[in-house]
């Protein structure tokens, strides 16, 4: 509680567990209208510790059709980010995951996949600045895109990230 203490204003609104919540289930909303199926978890909190870090997401492509790989090599600045960030901020997602499921925003399925239950949220993104609507952006499109690249293992591996 006392590093969440230590936080600017704007860093305690982007990282409590009501947005980390939100973040996971845009990631979510994204996989359900990309693959049309339950998203595992992992891509959930994963899209969600990107969306928050603006090293990344402002270097993330505008569609889901580049590839990962190239994507990576052409952004050096994704890799450190996310040697340095990735636990950090994973520890700051979970809870928010947790909130999104205690309030139904998320629901999981027989096998401990994700989905966002029909009229739980709105397709359309807003919030109170830029810098909120542009990680709920980027948590939609990373739940779309990052499994297209294959398994979330070589996406991590990709990423840098222990699987």
Not at 16 to 21: L, M
Not at 32 to 56: E, F, N, R, Y
């Amino acid at each position: 509680m006392t590093q969440f203490n230590a936080l600017s204003r704007d860093e305690r609104a982007l990282y409590n567990p009501a947005f980390t919540g939100l973040l996971t289930a845009r990631a979510v909303q994204g996989h359900q209208a990309q693959a049309g199926s339950t998203c595992p978890v992992v891509v959930a909190t994963l899209s969600a510790v990107m969306a928050l870090q603006p090293a990344i997401r402002t270097v993330l492509p505008r569609s889901v059709a580049s590839g990962l790989n190239r994507w990576v090599e052409g952004n050096i600045t994704v890799r450190a980010s996310m040697a340095l960030n990735a636990t950090a901020l994973a520890d700051t997602v979970r809870p928010g995951l947790l909130m999104a499921l205690q309030s139904r925003l998320l629901l999981c399925d027989t096998q401990g996949r994700l989905f966002v239950p029909s009229g739980a949220l709105r397709q359309t993104i807003t919030g109170e600045s830029e810098d909120v609507i542009e990680i709920q952006k980027a948590a939609r499109l990373l739940g779309r895109w990052l499994p297209s690249t294959g398994s979330i293992s070589t996406v991590m591996t990709l990423l840098g990230v222990r699987p």
